[in-house]
């Protein structure tokens, strides 16, 4: 008797005809219980259509509940098309609207069109689109995509340091959108919570704006797809047959970015759809481009209409709008984890030690000598020179000394022991953009923080610190666990640490959400605070960082030999494995204790250590020494000028050194292309 056998075609159509199925029905679940008010089917068709202006129920449902749902379905598709489109343009399966740092730029972007006083001039120039929120997202999703780009020329826009690139262009922008909030906050009162993707709908003018854009976007990606589908096998292909690679590469990025932020500039950022529809739409088969662009837009679709009905029900119990975009890392960081174990990695991405040293090598105690000098200058600053209601005065009264006393030691100890996280994490995974805040050490010790104040209320010092360490050794754990079939290799830790950091800023922003007013009174610490320490915070800082500091010190051979390579240092006899678990749990320890004195700092350890560098100091004591120094006059002066310069109000130390810290690095960087 003859038995039947399904043919692999057949068994790959009931495959996604299963997926569909379960998908509509999920859908249909869920529009059942997001749904604010249950009405008969000929009455749904009529709010969706032409609502009875006498029911309010309809009214709802045709200016608030079915413009959110289409607004999901349009941003969805549009990230996933933008992101479908970068990562087939820069052959990098991890490129995405916010990985690359598009979304920032443009959130930056609409945030400076709110200040500008374009309501004055609408008559004359905001008819034109050159003038809209809109075109200001537009350049500024374009100039993050060029400084990312500029970062990463030197090594040929490699995936992992487009990566890096796209987050330090991300927190870079980041804390001047927030100097921004701090300084306007009448005019950008809710923007925080908007930027994380917010869908809610009062009309249906945002649909109206945004689906011609979309539909323009993708028929020009239609047009050009043909040599897109070229590009897929290799610039050198490419150009042997005519193709005109760099303006092919230009007009598709500046599509995307136009799409990103078109999506932007209506709801804020919505993370990871752009990163992983793509995925999913290659993993369910789509091969040639076309298939790539049209399923990833429809995944993405779905994956944010999903979510969005996932979100509705809650978002009343948490007290205010819970933002979709923030809740979407949820799902997307899992998924960038589970793409990350599945890709294997080209050996040009690993772990290799600089054959070409960009500097000289400089005697050690003249540069220590200047550093330490410009040290005490600051501090003797920092604790005399300063603004009162009198204007700048010079001060030595002892009142004034004792209040500014524990900031300029907790400035100078924060910054040291940043800078020493940040030494130890650049030498073991070789790589100069690798950061506490980067690898998520940071958003782990700060979510852990805001999570005891969520659940517990005020905490004790006592009870912070073992809540920072628990969050900062909890993200090492998760990173060593991620990491290990890989033997910790230095490009799985990083890429494993960007996508918790993601996904814990997310769910910060989440907890922000709810409403919850000890957590609100946070949002000073999350951006980095030295306002209102006390003694007791800087024994703490100083304690725990020398004894921290004499234990690494004592290991910087170890230092030494890993930045030769994997290989040399096992032929040497070390432990690559053991140690990189000693050392990152001395970078985890370090960062909780800035972290829960001063709060979650960016680029201060992602920039000393770089900076000591570049002034010729190579071996790992010598370079440690230098970066303590430097970090501590990067959070000094910092400190000073929040304290200062806008006078009475202070701005957070944190967002000041990210602003003097960032640029410089990506100054450097750029030097160095």
Known sequence: MDVAIASPSKVGFMKYWTIAAAVIVAIIVLLRFSMPYSLPLSQLGQALFSPDQNSYQQVILHYSYFPRLVMAVLCGAGLALAGSVMQTVLRNPLASPTTLGVASGAQLGVAIAMLLPLSAWHSELTALFWMTPKMFAFVGGLLATALVFLLTARKGFAPLQMVLAGMVVTLFLGSLNMVLILFNDQQLAG????????????????????????????????????????????????????????????????????????????????????????????????????????????????????????????????????????????????????????????????????????????????????????????????????????????????????????????????????????????????????????????????????????????????????????????????????????????????LTGVALSALLDSLIRISLASGNEQVKALLAWLSGSTYLVAWSDSLLLIVGTVLLATGLFACHRWLDLMALGNITASALGLNTYRVRQCLMLFASMLTALAVIVVGPLSFVGLLAPHMAKSMGQYSARHQMLLSCVIGSNIMLLADWLGRNIWFPWQVPAGLLASLIGGGYFIYLLRKQS
């Open 191 to 494: 923007l925080f919570i908007w930027g994380a993707g917010a869908l809610d709908q009062t009309d249906w003018s945002g649909v109206v704006n945004l689906m011609p854009q979309l539909g323009i976007a993708l028929l020009l990606l239609l047009v050009i797809q043909r040599p897109l589908s070229v590009l897929q096998l290799g610039e050198d292909v490419a150009s042997s047959i005519g193709v005109k690679v760099g303006i092919l590469r230009i007009t598709a990025l500046v599509i995307a970015v136009f799409v990103t932020s078109s999506i932007v500039s209506e709801v804020g950022i919505i993370s990871f759809i752009g990163l992983v529809a793509p995925s999913l739409a290659r993993l369910l088969g789509a091969r040639r481009l076309i298939f790539q662009l049209l399923l990833s837009t429809l995944v993405g679709a779905v994956l944010l209409l999903l979510t969005d009905l996932i979100v509705m029900p809650f978002a009343g119990i948490a007290g205010e709008l819970l933002p979709t975009g923030a809740v979407t890392a949820l799902i997307g960081a899992p998924c960038l984890l589970w793409l990350l174990n599945q890709k294997s990695w080209s050996n040009t991405q690993k772990f290799q030690p600089d054959s070409e040293p960009q500097f000289s090598e400089q005697r050690f105690l003249p540069v220590f000598a200047i550093a330490v000098i410009v040290l005490a200058l600051l501090a003797f600053v920092s604790l005399f020179l300063g603004q009162s209601q009198l204007g700048w005065q010079v001060n030595f009264s002892a009142n004034v000394l004792d209040l500014r006393s524990p900031r300029v030691l907790v400035a100078i100890f924060a910054g040291s022991a940043l800078a020493l996280a940040g030494s130890i994490i650049q030498r073991i995974t070789g790589n100069p953009m690798s950061s506490p805040e980067v690898i998520g050490i940071s958003s782990g010790a700060a979510f852990a923080l805001v999570l005891g104040v969520l659940l517990f209320g005020s905490v004790t010092r006592f009870e912070q610190l073992l809540l920072g360490s628990g969050g900062a050794l909890f993200i090492m754990f998760m990173v060593w666990w991620f990491s290990r079939k890989s033997q910790l290799s230095p490009v799985k830790m990083l």
